[in-house]
């Protein structure tokens, strides 16, 4: 996938993986998000993620050189970096 990919939702969850694109943003006002990056990702990741009630989950690639945001006014956020550097050798 090119270009950026915005998801957004009012009430429900966010569940999105194997995401490649540079540019993400996921928002829930009530619910969980989860994301998962490939590890095609780029390395410039920029990523917006939040909610104003619920969890996130995130897997992060450790090798980014970008900007990421995670978010939640109540709830928890779960970082599970992955080192995607032996799959792009």
Do not use: E, W
Not at 9 to 33: E, H, L, M, P, R
Not at 51 to 72: K, M
């Amino acid at each position: 996938m090119v270009g950026k990919l915005q998801l957004n939702t009012s009430y429900g969850k966010i569940d999105c993986k194997q995401i490649t694109c540079a540019d993400i943003s996921a928002n829930s006002s009530f619910g969980d998000v989860l994301v998962r990056f490939s590890a095609d990702c780029p390395p410039d990741l920029k990523a917006r993620i939040s909610t104003s009630y619920g969890d996130i989950d995130a897997d992060v690639p450790l090798d980014f050189a970008g900007d990421v945001f995670i978010d939640t006014g109540f709830g928890k956020i779960k970082n599970r970096p992955r080192d995607n550097r032996q799959r792009r050798a």
